[in-house]
């Protein structure tokens, strides 16, 4: 199997680098403010342009005119992309906060008629706000991890007829349960091969041959974000890692597999033209009781009608993001079909359509 992977301009985020670790180093990073000056003067704000002419209250485009996206290229620094080992996910998306000044366009979800769910309704509505800010905050910035999204080639109609479900069949325990898929770097945790002052765990791994030394931090709220999950979904790690290194990650993190009930990694995702996209087809479960969080929307490309956007984490430790999530979730486990809710929550479908090249 190869240990490359291959990228268009910036759909990654990794650097050229001696590690095997597709995450970029923090000292490589640059904060949301930083990208946004470095790009206002390329180009003008794309964020704006849409809000204008798209309405994200759920009813049609104000003007059925595409948005023109300029395929300039990037900075030089930016186009020396090369292929690298990848021990670790690669990912295509940062996110970064965007907060709109018409907080009213953004659609909240349908209120429940019984008062005792009237909080978590409203808990719930802030969460898709929040989350939907950050998702349109973050096209300006990655655009093409949207372009990759709109323009995937499909599969194959018959690709999965020969294939068995990766999931065993549900337990009598699980039975009846909805399935919380949930990326791995990035999204519940950061890793590093590079020497971390301050790291929740340090663990070795050997890659083809070769041992690393990893420093991982847990994201805010890990533990008590899975502990919440747990007992109310079937909870799957799918992770474009290595599973060499996410298998011994989450054996430290979750020795008894309480907490995470099934494992998924590289292996189980589908090379899209190089990259690793996780088609939630493999699973075997309905689709329609399925929802993925990751960091990098191109991951659900496939399926982004079960997706959930998350902010791309890597050490602020005020981070909320996953106490987030659950109001969310919450809501999600009532319903009998996620799809419907989740394409009205973030409109991901209209977002890829008014978007062109």
């Known amino acids: 199997m190869s240990l490359y992977v291959k990228t268009p301009s910036k759909m990654s985020y990794r650097t050229p680098s001696k590690s095997p670790i597709a995450s970029k180093p923090r000292s490589q990073m640059t904060s949301p403010a930083q990208r946004r000056r470095r790009l206002s ?12 002419r798209f309405d994200v209250s759920g009813n049609a485009l104000k003007n059925s005119k595409e948005v023109v996206v300029s395929t300039a290229p990037k900075p030089q620094q930016q186009q020396q992309q090369c ?6 996910s690669p990912k295509y998306l940062d996110t970064a906060q965007h907060v709109d000044d018409d907080a009213s366009m953004l659609n909240s979800p349908p209120t429940s008629p ?11 509505a802030d969460s898709v706000q929040s989350i939907r800010q950050s998702l349109w905050g973050s096209v300006q910035e990655d ?3 949207f372009l990759f999204m709109k323009y995937a080639p499909p599969l194959q109609d018959n690709y999965f007829e020969h294939k068995k479900p990766v999931l065993p069949k549900q337990s009598e325990e699980m039975r009846g349960r909805h399935t919380l898929v949930l990326d791995l770097d990035e999204t519940l945790v950061h890793c590093s091969v590079d020497k971390v002052d301050e790291c929740d765990l340090i663990f070795p791994v050997v890659f083809n041959g070769e041992h690393y030394k ?4 847990k994201r805010p709220g890990f533990k008590q974000f899975l502990e919440a999950v747990a007992p109310l979904f079937e909870v799957v790690v799918f992770t474009a890692s290595q599973q060499c290194y996410a298998d011994k990650l989450l ?4 020795p008894e597999h309480c907490l995470i009930h099934h494992r998924l990694f590289r292996h189980h995702c589908v090379n899209v033209q190089g990259n690793f996209v996780k088609d939630l087809r493999v699973l075997g479960r309905d689709l329609s009781k399925t929802v993925i969080i990751d960091n990098s929307p191109p991951a659900f490309t496939y399926q982004v009608e079960n997706g959930i956007p998350i902010v791309s984490w890597y050490s602020d430790k005020h981070d909320t993001e996953l106490r ?24 991901l479908n209209k977002l890829l359509k008014s978007i062109t090249m």
Do not use: H, I, W
Request: net charge positive.
């Open 41 to 52: 003067g390329n180009r003008p704000s794309l964020v704006q342009s849409l809000l204008k």
């Open 83 to 88: 292929q690298q080992k990848a021990l670790f």
């Open 114 to 124: 019984l008062k005792k769910k009237q909080q978590l309704d409203a808990e719930c």
């Open 143 to 145: 655009m093409d991890a």
């Open 214 to 217: 990893v420093y991982m931090s």
């Open 251 to 254: 054996n430290l993190v979750d």
């Open 324 to 347: 987030k999530m659950l109001p969310l979730l919450m809501k999600l486990r009532t319903l009998p079909n996620v799809q419907p809710a989740l394409k009205k929550y973030f409109q």
